[in-house]
């Protein structure tokens, strides 16, 4: 089963179930209002993508996002309700300082999405976050939080998140059975926190008329190449419109392990590309 909890709960106390669980439901992650307003801003952005002709980087990852799941990618530079409600969300801030927080000076966004799997999509391969690393020497510590957020009631029959709850300690040989997937069904407004070390798929959407929406979106270790790029997706005239703690979370905030006897990444002149935002010299 996974846990359910709120966000008023002491961090301390969410972040054990995570790392017990590998994967914990904040119920009132968003309030009603954020997410009426994050639907009435993107309701009309992801109706309007059609999957059919949408082009991907290879054609395994066209087949796991299939002909019937709409996408909005680089949310960061498409929505202020995103940013403001969701990217900058303390329960994201206090997991990722707890767990990510051990292994890095800095962590960042990996992803932004929104997906919205609509009738007749099929499950997602059973799968781990985090093997889009798959160069990286296991075992590692953990280097990702990820997370689904609900924008609509979450139910088994439109294809809500199954997760296998505790699989975060399992070796690297064990594959789940079907029977050890969870759903995560959950109201519009919360959302289920995993790791990139749980196994998870998005479920079959088998109504005939629903659509599940729901952000997911993960943060990474900023010493790893992050799966959006998320610079080239939210430039330095958008970025410097945003909030400066969305800027750093985008990656204009370099890392910086000199403290902890390691050097820096993602420099611009030996600075840290916010500071030359705010000066106006990026
Ligand atoms: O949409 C979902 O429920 C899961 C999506 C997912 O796991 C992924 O795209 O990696
Ligand atoms: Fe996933």
Known sequence: MIPVMHRA??????????????????????????????????????????????????PFIADFFGTKVKHVTGLASRSTTFIDDVLLHPIYEQTCERILGLNCAEWTLNIGHLLQRGPGAEQQYVHRDQDVWNFLPKPHPEVQ??????????????????????????????????????????????????????????????????????????????????????VLATPPDVARTLPLRAQELIGYKAHDAIATGGGYLGVVDVRHPTDLLATGEL
């Open 9 to 58: 709960d002491d961090p301390d106390e969410i972040t054990a179930r995570l790392t017990e669980n590998g994967a914990v439901i904040i119920e009132d992650f968003l309030a009603p209002e954020a997410v009426a307003a994050i639907n009435a801003e993107l309701g009309p952005v992801v109706d309007a993508d059609d999957p059919t002709t949408r082009e991907f980087i290879n």
């Open 145 to 230: 939080v990820a997370s689904i957020v609900a924008l609509t009631d979450f139910t088994a029959d439109n294809g809500a998140t199954r997760l296998v709850p505790a699989s975060n300690h399992w070796d690297d040989d064990r594959y789940p059975t079907d029977d050890e997937l969870i759903v995560a069904e959950m109201p519009a407004g919360a959302a289920v926190l995993y790791l990139g070390s749980t196994f998870h798929a998005g479920g079959t959407n088998c109504t005939a008329d629903e659509w599940r929406r729901g952000f997911h979106l993960s943060f990474v270790v900023g010493w790893l190449r992050t799966e959006e790029n998320n």
